[in-house]
């Protein structure tokens, strides 16, 4: 049985597994990892029974047009066809899947991520041609479902598929959380057999990179935070100590060309004694890979060290706010005084940090922009990035937004500018979208042209030679965005 996993062609360099979907101007693509982790748990299965015949498209990172991406689907002629989605291309997905159930009617077409997770009918009421989704975790959903067509199953024994049957919609029940994630394959071995590792780029490690992810869900509260409230849940589950060293080994061993792991949990460190145990198991299996991971501002000094031991040379995390307040209004579980103490420890360990803010936070003003931008320039970070909030369906920010009347538009599309880089589709009482907009442009400018910064850059490539490649592509990129 033919299985075909696509991420489709939409915009070049479009990122539908980044938690805010979009051509960044850092140039970041992600790997499509939740789709590479169904492919290799069917690819697990198959090394036994030989039954599927599985190939990958991506086409933003194989910078395929549409048409390129849907000759080279007919010509593989699949049974089943998994679509990768997000919220800001849904429209151009359905229409491609649309298109391929015209030249192939016999062709099983399912809709994964987290969009259809957040509104599974909607979705499918988009258009007739989609023959199901699924809701959450679908690894195992897909392996299900391979064999429920093969063996020409009843749909309704699938958990965690939603589907289309004489033009009504069926809810199958939900899939199980997985519980167990040590008995998922490496996602490193899925990239090595069915991707091409150069294609990926993540503008603040080493090229080329890989991404992994240690754990699924989220423990904290944040109201905006896409993949706790649509996908994962904000159950924190786990891999072993063991099994995280194990696939940094298997990448050391069988991907030499990688010269940097990102770990791409929502929080990494949200339990820090295990951290440290992976610290102290890649020190003493001699493990030396660089790598980064997400934080949160409760990370403390000694875990941090331990970090920088075992390899890890970046931080990158959510500020959100330079407004206790504001923090306080999105859930974030984290003081202004906390960020401070953050960076002066991230600066102790000798970590860099790439952080963030979040511009239209509930009860937004001028006055909260500005103490926001003050802060970042205090903290003067490694990296730092400013962007709107953007509401997806399924979380609590999508939700106040539209209860509240702040939406200005209910067409998914126009999540993103017509470049594929973020936009902001909120007007609120004390800043409007142009506000917002604008002040994300302003503080990006101010914040990366002042003396102070440029100073601190100078002392990082006289310090660190080996840094300099990164920093002039991150040049090069900025004063393109500049222009």
């Known amino acids: 049985m033919k299985v075909l996993f696509l991420n489709p062609s939409f915009k070049e360099k479009f990122s539908r597994t980044s938690r805010s979907p979009a051509v960044t101007r850092g140039g970041t693509i992600y790997f499509p990892f939740w789709l590479a982790y169904a492919v290799g748990v069917l690819d697990k299965e198959n090394k036994e029974k030989k039954i599927f015949?599985?190939?990958?498209?991506?086409?933003?990172?194989?910078?395929?047009?549409?048409?390129?991406?849907?000759?080279?689907?007919?010509?593989?002629?699949?049974?089943?066809?998994?679509?990768?989605?997000?919220?800001?291309?849904?429209?151009?997905?359905?229409?491609?899947?649309?298109?391929?159930?015209?030249?192939?009617?016999?062709t099983f077409i399912i809709l994964v991520g987290t969009h259809p997770s957040a509104?599974?009918?909607?979705?499918?009421?988009?258009?007739?041609?989609?023959?199901?989704?699924?809701?959450?975790?679908?690894?195992?959903?897909?392996?299900?479902?391979?064999?429920?067509?093969?063996?020409?199953?009843?749909?309704?024994?699938?958990?965690?598929?939603?589907?289309?049957?004489?033009?009504?919609?069926?809810?199958?029940?939900?899939?199980?959380?997985?519980?167990?994630?040590?008995?998922?394959?490496?996602a490193s071995e899925i990239y090595k057999k069915h991707f091409k590792i150069k294609n990926y780029f993540f503008a603040a490690s080493d090229y080329p990179m890989v991404m992994i992810i240690t754990g699924r869900g989220c423990p904290f509260r944040c109201f905006f935070c896409l993949y706790p409230q649509t996908f994962h849940s904000r159950r924190y589950r786990l891999r072993s100590a063991e099994s995280v060293v194990k696939e940094f080994e298997y990448i050391k061993n069988n991907l030499p060309e990688v010269k940097e792991i990102g770990i791409e949990d929502d929080?990494?460190?949200?339990?820090?004694?295990?951290?440290?145990?992976?610290?102290?198991?890649?020190?003493?299996?001699?493990?030396?890979?660089?790598?980064?991971?997400?934080?949160?501002?409760?990370?403390?000094?000694?875990?941090?060290?331990?970090?920088?031991?075992?390899?890890?040379?970046?931080?990158?995390?959510?500020?959100?706010?330079?407004?206790?307040?504001?923090?306080?209004?999105?859930?974030?579980?984290?003081?202004v005084e906390q960020i401070r103490q953050f960076v002066k420890d991230s600066k102790k360990a000798k970590l860099l940090v790439h952080g963030c803010f979040i511009i239209g936070n509930p009860e937004e003003t001028k006055e909260t922009m500005n103490e926001t931008l003050a802060l970042a320039k205090e903290l003067n970070c490694d990296s730092m990035q400013f962007y709107p909030l953007i509401p997806y369906p399924g979380t609590e920010a999508f939700a106040w937004a539209k209860e509240n009347g702040y939406l200005i538009t209910d067409k998914y599309n126009e999540w993103l500018k017509d470049d594929g880089t973020y936009n902001c589709v909120?007007?609120?009482?004390e800043v409007k979208r142009e506000d917002i907009l604008n002040f994300c442009d302003k503080a990006t400018k101010e914040y990366y042209l002042r003396s102070a910064y440029i100073l601190m850059k100078l002392k990082q490539v006289i310090t660190h030679p080996k840094e300099i490649k990164r920093l002039l592509i991150a040049a090069k990129t900025f004063f393109k965005y500049l222009k």
């Open 426 to 429: 909120l007007n609120l009482p």
């Open 267 to 335: 929080t990494f460190t949200a339990d820090q004694e295990r951290v440290i145990k992976i610290c102290k198991l890649l020190i003493e299996k001699k493990i030396k890979l660089k790598w980064y991971c997400n934080v949160r501002a409760n990370l403390n000094l000694e875990t941090m060290q331990w970090m920088k031991k075992a390899g890890c040379h970046l931080l990158t995390i959510g500020f959100e706010s330079g407004n206790q307040k504001l923090l306080n209004n999105i859930k974030k579980g984290i003081t």
């Open 119 to 186: 509104v599974p009918e909607e979705t499918l009421k988009l258009s007739d041609k989609i023959d199901a989704v699924t809701k959450g975790e679908y690894d195992y959903t897909i392996k299900d479902l391979a064999y429920c067509l093969l063996n020409k199953g009843n749909l309704a024994s699938v958990n965690g598929v939603i589907f289309q049957k004489n033009k009504k919609i069926i809810f199958n029940p939900p899939r199980d959380l997985i519980e167990n994630l040590d008995d998922l394959p490496f």
């Open 53 to 106: 015949d599985i190939k990958v498209i991506d086409g933003p990172a194989e910078k395929l047009s549409k048409e390129e991406t849907i000759k080279q689907i007919v010509n593989f002629t699949p049974e089943l066809l998994v679509v990768d989605t997000s919220t800001p291309s849904i429209y151009s997905d359905i229409k491609n899947a649309e298109k391929i159930k015209e030249l192939l009617p016999d």
